[in-house]
């Protein structure tokens, strides 16, 4: 019964989006305020996050550094490596240097989300 409810938590916990996914991320690391298995089921909230879709995540990268990552990367990886409630990373090999560099991207309307969400929470 518990596994169960936790696993319902950890659903939960994930369709209301990154305000309560980092909330969820602070629980699992405190027993003391929750129930052992209930946080041990939201420790998948950790490193389980969904990615959202790579061509978005290359679209948001190339308009916000106005760049072409062809123009930028020798190499750059088709999918995200890691994948976070408020962002992911890609792996890429910079062009001018050839050095290995962690493109970090931020989840579409990440902030507009935790905006609202911490809007609501004052009621």
């Not at 309560?20 to 052992?36: E, F, M, Y």
């Not at 072409?68 to 890429?92: K, L, M, N, T, W």
């Given at each position: 019964?518990?596994?169960r409810?936790s696993?319902?938590?950890l659903q939960?916990v994930?369709?209301?989006?990154?305000?309560a996914i980092?909330?969820?991320?602070v629980?699992?690391?405190r027993?003391?305020?929750?129930?052992a298995?209930?946080?041990k089921g939201?420790?998948?909230?950790q490193d389980?996050?969904?990615?959202?879709?790579?061509?978005?995540?290359?679209?948001i990268?190339e308009?916000?550094l106005?760049?072409?990552?062809?123009?930028?990367?020798?190499a750059f990886?088709a999918e995200p490596v890691a994948?976070?409630?408020?962002?992911?990373v890609?792996?890429?090999?910079?062009r001018?240097s050839?050095?290995?560099?962690?493109i970090?991207?931020?989840?579409?309307s990440v902030l507009?989300?935790?905006?609202?969400?911490l809007?609501?929470?004052r009621?």
């Amino acid at each position: 019964m518990v596994d169960r409810r936790s696993e319902e938590l950890l659903q939960l916990v994930t369709r209301l989006g990154v305000t309560a996914i980092k909330v969820g991320q602070v629980l699992s690391i405190r027993p003391d305020l929750l129930p052992a298995p209930y946080a041990k089921g939201l420790e998948k909230l950790q490193d389980s996050v969904q990615p959202f879709p790579a061509a978005l995540g290359r679209e948001i990268i190339e308009r916000e550094l106005s760049i072409r990552i062809e123009d930028v990367f020798s190499a750059f990886s088709a999918e995200p490596v890691a994948a976070a409630s408020i962002g992911q990373v890609y792996r890429g090999t910079l062009r001018a240097s050839g050095e290995e560099v962690a493109i970090k991207v931020q989840r579409p309307s990440v902030l507009h989300d935790v905006a609202l969400d911490l809007f609501m929470l004052r009621f």
